[in-house]
């Protein structure tokens, strides 16, 4: 009989790994599912402070506003304990079902809420609750896809399969950011009573293609190897917290740099709006371009971590951002175009990635089968939860002042510097086999036994 918290050998494993396909459905989903979350976050920064928050003075509405975005990093620690305990007892591939489900039911609603002029406070009451489903969902989505792509990957190229999770998520920012172009160019009249509703609507198709994707995805091979010979943890949480909570500390510390993304997002979009008073359609772009390039360089930071390791590309990209966010945060101030495209994709599309590509394979390394989906869950999204208010405390801390981006930068660079330590202390694992992974040295001495006979 095997413990739960080691993995099978290659002998026991039931069904066949498809790593192109697993990679493929992790990226659409992805891209889909996130969709869904992003709009919110542009519609939360442009939109949502008049039509929610109209009794509010401006600084006022934007902050509430933003708070309901970062509200839905409350729930993800929710979702990430409930959907973790599924992944790692039911599978991996019912999670990925449900989170697709939960999020696009959420976002269609979103679109059909009246606004406070018409019902009064229950309008932002019902948007709160919309966000925490939302958030509940987004919860379990990337751990899921993670540990669907990386346990159908060879142990060479962990990386690589794991970082199209993240390129669906990029995928998924541009979907929502190119969304909303054309309709920040309706009159403001217009934008405010029916316009910014149309990208909720469309998320009833994309319900359905991410529904039809992920319901034909074949389970895990180590998953379906840990039915087989009866290594599944009855709770995995109780496993995990025993024996691998040094792992979740460190990923929630590691997570933290999600906040560069929302500052990038959510932040620098509103002060370049409403403080600096920039063409919110151009900020717009610089967002879409952005993502654009992160399409094609997070396949290439993965494949170098692959080579040379996990840690060293991660610990380069969270320097550069908490470099390259005081230039970004200035060239806004300064209200210099050409360097705001510039200097955004550069931060953004090329740097930030780095550590974007690692991540998702870096994170799930850190645990066995029988608790990965659990310990990623967790660790990350505790991390996204500090991420998810980020620009909210930004905001609160540093005012609305045209000055305000250099305490806004502070913080990020202090962010940016927890979590190179935390990757910095951290096991390097992008040459440990899969059934290794995550194994104490304990446990790793019958397993190397059993994997040998």
């Not at 003075?57 to 973790?84: D, E, K, M, Q, S």
């Not at 063409?279 to 971590?305: E, F, H, K, Q, Y």
Request: hydrophobic residues 55%; contains cysteine; positive net charge.
């Amino acid at each position: 009989m095997m413990t739960p918290g080691s993995t099978p050998s290659s002998a026991a494993v039931v069904t066949k790994a498809n790593p192109r396909r697993a990679a493929a459905a992790a990226w659409i989903g992805s891209a889909l599912e996130y969709y869904d979350f992003f709009i919110y976050g542009t519609a939360a920064a442009l939109v949502f402070g008049r039509i929610f928050f109209p009794d509010s003075n401006p600084l006022a509405g934007t902050l509430l506003a933003l708070a309901t975005f970062g509200v839905g990093y409350l729930a993800r620690p929710i979702g990430a304990l409930v959907l973790g305990h599924l992944g790692d007892t039911v599978g991996r591939k019912k999670v990925l079902v449900f989170t697709v489900l939960l999020m696009g039911i959420s976002t269609v609603l979103v679109g059909f809420l009246p606004s406070y002029e018409q019902i009064g406070v229950a309008a932002p009451i019902l948007l709160v609750v919309l966000r925490l489903a939302q958030g509940f969902s987004a919860g379990g989505e990337q751990a899921g896809a993670n540990s669907m792509s990386m346990e159908h990957a060879p142990d060479h190229r962990r990386a690589f399969f794991t970082s199209f999770t993240l390129s669906g998520t990029q995928a998924g920012q541009i979907f929502a950011t190119a969304v909303f172009i054309p309709v920040a160019l309706l009159p403001e009249a217009q934008l405010l009573s029916w316009g910014w509703r149309i990208p909720f609507w469309i998320s009833a198709i994309v319900i359905l293609v991410a529904f039809l994707i992920r319901r034909t995805l074949d389970e895990t091979p180590v998953f379906t190897a840990e039915v087989a010979v009866g290594a599944v943890a009855e709770v995995p949480v109780r496993v995990l917290f025993r024996d691998h909570w040094r792992g979740v500390l460190r990923v929630i510390a590691a997570a933290l740099i999600a906040s560069v993304s929302t500052i990038f997002t959510v932040y620098a979009l509103s002060f370049a709006v409403n403080t600096v008073g920039l063409d919110r359609t151009t900020m717009l772009w610089v967002g879409v371009l952005a993502n654009v390039a992160a399409l094609g360089t997070i396949p290439l930071w993965a494949m170098l971590s692959d080579r040379v390791g996990r840690k060293p590309v991660f610990i380069v990209g969270s320097l550069g951002c908490a470099a390259l966010m005081f230039a970004y945060l200035y060239v806004i101030a300064i209200a210099n175009y050409p360097l705001i495209f510039v200097v955004g994709i550069g931060m953004f599309g090329f740097v930030y990635t780095a550590t974007s590509a690692v991540w998702p394979a870096f994170y799930a390394e850190m645990f066995p089968a029988a608790v990965r989906l659990s310990g990623m869950a967790i660790g990350t999204q505790i991390g996204f939860a500090v991420a998810g208010f980020a620009p909210t405390i930004a905001i609160a801390v540093a005012g609305d002042g045209s000055n305000a981006w250099f305490v806004v930068a502070v913080i990020t660079a202090i962010i940016c510097i927890i979590n190179v330590i935390a990757v910095a202390t951290a096991k390097e694992t992008f040459r440990t086999p899969m059934n290794q992974l995550g194994l104490t040295r304990k446990a790793r001495a019958p397993q190397e036994t059993r994997v040998t006979v």
